[in-house]
């Protein structure tokens, strides 16, 4: 095998390329990175002949708690976020065996959705970092940041602890020193300051600080309740999008969560600030709310796609944004196609994260991280407009193979690295226990009979 060998060959398959334009053509690659696009067949150590296939950029899913999945198909109908929420149980009562086992779940779901990269956060991030890393994804990794007791805002107050704050921020510095660049470069950082509502001023202050120091993205919830604004405005006498300004927080470091409550001056500071507005269309929409994405765009804030508690399918969220985003006004416009929600869920996701250079596209020089989609279905036959048929009519079951810096992690629907059907039992053994210790759950569970398998 020569040095100029590649390592893998894709041919015949039908490559989304720059802007969603798709050709049938072959595809190389070599280390972690894609080395050759074009009709040629160079030699290859193994070649993969993948007709009927559409090979995608790996989606990047910029806002996730990949161990909050024992909330999904409950919390979307409560209408408020999890940790606000009486009746569920609390990512605070996990201990870290317990967040390992559910995060694991999490991020091999996303995967397999062709989620190739995670921007997580999570409480015990220092347990779970290492065993998400191992089903082959790539973390954007991060503890739960907030300085609030989340007993208190169970009762709809706000009680911040100072000793509390500065514990989280060593070991958020801590976080950083030690994990990233591990797995190979698949693990990075970031930190997440909850929200504005559940954390101090002082603690947004450190947290900016620190972020500025190890030049880190920071994730937030941003506007996402009328109950958060109205929290804010109480005490701080300003939006919450004012306030993070303020603080230092607003800038194209942010990735800001939601931005559902905010009104015309915050939507013109959002854009004029280079903050990344992180949509979440699916579990928004089914809380009855939603993201003025339209005027965002048009105030100049970049807009990039997220699952959040729901589970990792982002065709499907860029099908919702697609839709929701007619609805809201009222046409199919030139600018509102389905090339544009597919650089929001790829592209978009890597210039929030500072890798617009290395992630989000399908082209040479770029990393090797792809979702390969099966399209000879029965729903994605006649396929006239691949990019218009992903967006339209696949799903995430449609996702036959995933690589992640060259390397298969998915191969025909199957995780290469980890036991998927280990992971799976031992996340809902630790999501029955959860909720049998939660007073007055919503809902009895299990409720499927006889799981897990
Ligand atoms: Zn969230």
């Given at each position: 095998m020569t040095d100029d060998m590649l390592d893998l060959l894709i041919t015949d398959a039908t490559l989304l390329l720059a802007g969603g334009v798709a050709r049938t053509t072959n595809l190389g690659i070599r280390g972690k990175q894609i080395a050759f696009i074009g009709d040629e067949r160079p030699a290859a150590a193994r070649t993969l002949a993948l007709p009927g296939r559409v090979v995608t950029p790996g989606f990047v899913n910029t806002h996730y708690h990949?161990?909050?999945?024992?909330?999904?198909?409950?919390?979307?109908?409560?209408?408020?976020?999890?940790?606000y929420t009486p009746g569920l149980p609390q990512a605070s009562w996990l201990n870290e065996d317990e967040a390992l086992a559910l995060s694991r779940l999490g991020a091999l779901e996303a995967l397999r959705a062709g989620c190739t990269t995670l921007v997580d956060s999570f409480v015990h991030a220092e347990a779970t970092v290492a065993g998400m890393a191992e089903t082959g994804v790539r973390l954007f990794a991060s503890q739960r940041l907030a300085d609030v007791d989340f007993a208190s805002v169970l009762e709809g107050d706000r009680r911040f602890d100072r000793a509390r704050g500065e514990r989280q921020l060593e070991r958020a510095a801590a976080f950083v020193e030690r994990w990233a660049g591990q797995a190979d470069g698949r693990i990075q950082v970031h930190l997440t300051a909850h929200a504005p509502d559940t954390c101090s001023v002082e603690f947004l202050r450190e947290i900016a600080a620190l972020a500025e120091r190890h030049d880190l993205p920071i994730s937030t919830?941003?506007?996402?309740s009328q109950d958060e604004v109205d929290w804010v405005r109480a005490r701080h006498d300003r939006s919450p999008v004012e306030l993070l300004d303020e603080l230092?927080?607003?800038?194209?470091?942010?990735?800001?969560?939601?931005?559902?409550?905010v009104d015309e001056a915050d939507i013109a500071r959002?854009?004029?600030?280079?903050?990344?507005?992180?949509?979440?269309?699916?579990?928004?929409?089914?809380?009855?709310?939603?993201?003025?994405?339209?005027?965002?765009?048009?105030?100049?804030?970049?807009?990039?796609?997220?699952t959040d508690t729901m589970h990792g399918d982002m065709i499907e969220v860029m099908r919702w944004t697609l839709a929701i985003g007619r609805l809201?006004?009222?046409?199919?416009?030139?600018?509102?196609?389905?090339?544009d929600v597919f650089a929001m869920g790829t592209g978009n996701g890597a210039t929030a994260l500072g890798w617009a250079d290395r992630l989000g596209l399908v082209a040479v020089g770029m990393l090797a991280d792809l979702a390969i989609l099966d399209f000879r279905q029965l729903h994605l036959t006649p396929c006239i407009d691949p990019l218009g048929s992903l967006i339209h009519n696949a799903t995430a079951a449609d996702v036959e193979s995933v690589l992640v810096n060259g390397e298969l992690v998915i191969d025909q629907g199957r995780a290469t690295r980890v036991d998927d059907a280990a992971i799976r039992a031992e996340?809902?053994?630790?999501?029955?226990?959860?909720?049998?210790?939660?007073?007055?759950p919503l809902r009895p569970y299990p409720s499927v009979a006889g799981t897990p398998r």
């Open positions: 990949a161990g909050l999945n024992f909330v999904r198909g409950v919390a979307p109908d409560c209408g408020f976020a999890p940790s919830h941003l506007a996402q230092g927080l607003l800038n194209d470091r942010l990735l800001a969560g939601h931005c559902i409550h959002l854009g004029r600030s280079g903050a990344h507005v992180v949509h979440i269309p699916v579990g928004n929409a089914m809380s009855g709310r939603i993201a003025p994405t339209r005027r965002l765009i048009d105030a100049g804030a970049p807009i990039c796609l997220a809201q006004a009222g046409f199919v416009a030139d600018d509102w196609q389905p090339r996340a809902d053994r630790v999501c029955q226990a959860l909720w049998k210790r939660c007073p007055k």
